[in-house]
């Protein structure tokens, strides 16, 4: 039973360029988190997305960040326009349906901004 | 969901057990306590979860305190591979609940 599965796990762009991450959950879970951990930091939440809904986006920057988890395929984390900032590790979680479901996580992307 | 408070670092010998505390005081009667760790920079590891009753498993023992405010997770028999950062996170048990928050943990440092 294959875990949750990130890709890249390394990314590198120029500033201004467009970063793409994709995270495939556990076979069965329809519920992805994406979270953000900055060097020497905790995991920061981002959104919260089930099957093509997104349920929170609360940790989301308004701007240049976007999420989708198709009815098909991988849940994506797309950045547009990458500043330095950027640069961190993202994270994706996938839960089961049942009540009290713990998250599983990817061994996450790490994303460097040039 | 409830904060937690946990010591920010805790050493252990090795070959000996590990007791980790979380305070979790403000708890509602919903809430479970999820236990998980990070190795270096890989992805947080799922531990173990638990309500009210002490819970085990092959990695850990859970034991969460009559009021709620409090639980320890043990390690029983330490390695160096135990080395990470541990998070004690509460969260509501339903199916939809939304996000972990993740705190600043207890780095657990074991040595030879």
């Known amino acids: 039973n294959a875990g949750v599965m990130q890709n890249p796990r390394h990314l590198v762009r120029r500033r201004g360029q467009e970063a793409r991450l994709r995270c495939s959950p556990m076979k069965g879970h329809s519920h992805v988190y994406w979270y953000r951990q900055l060097p020497e930091e905790g995991l920061k939440f981002m959104v919260y997305?089930?099957?093509?809904?997104?349920?929170?986006e609360s940790g989301m920057p308004k701007e240049r960040f976007s999420a989708e988890f198709p009815k098909e395929g991988p849940s994506i984390l797309r950045i547009q326009q990458v500043v330095r900032g950027d640069s961190a590790a993202y994270f994706c979680?996938?839960?089961?349906?049942?009540?009290?479901?713990?998250?599983?996580f990817g061994d996450g992307t790490r994303l460097s901004i040039l | 969901d409830a904060k937690t408070t946990q010591p920010p670092s805790m050493d252990c010998a090795e070959g000996r057990a590990a007791n980790l505390p979380c305070n979790h005081s403000t708890i509602s009667g919903n809430e479970y306590v999820y236990w998980y760790r990070q190795i270096h920079s890989q992805g947080p590891q799922y531990i173990i979860h638990g309500l009210k009753n002490n819970e085990t498993n092959e990695m850990a023992s859970l034991i969460i305190t009559e009021d709620r405010k409090s639980s320890t997770l043990i390690l029983p028999h330490a390695t160096l591979r135990d080395t990470a950062v541990y998070y004690c996170i509460v969260r509501v048990g339903i199916v939809n609940a939304g996000k972990s928050t993740f705190g600043d943990g207890t780095t657990l440092t074991v040595k030879p």
């Open positions: 979680a996938s839960q089961g349906q049942g009540a009290a479901q713990p998250q599983h």
């Open positions: 997305l089930q099957k093509e809904n997104i349920i929170d």
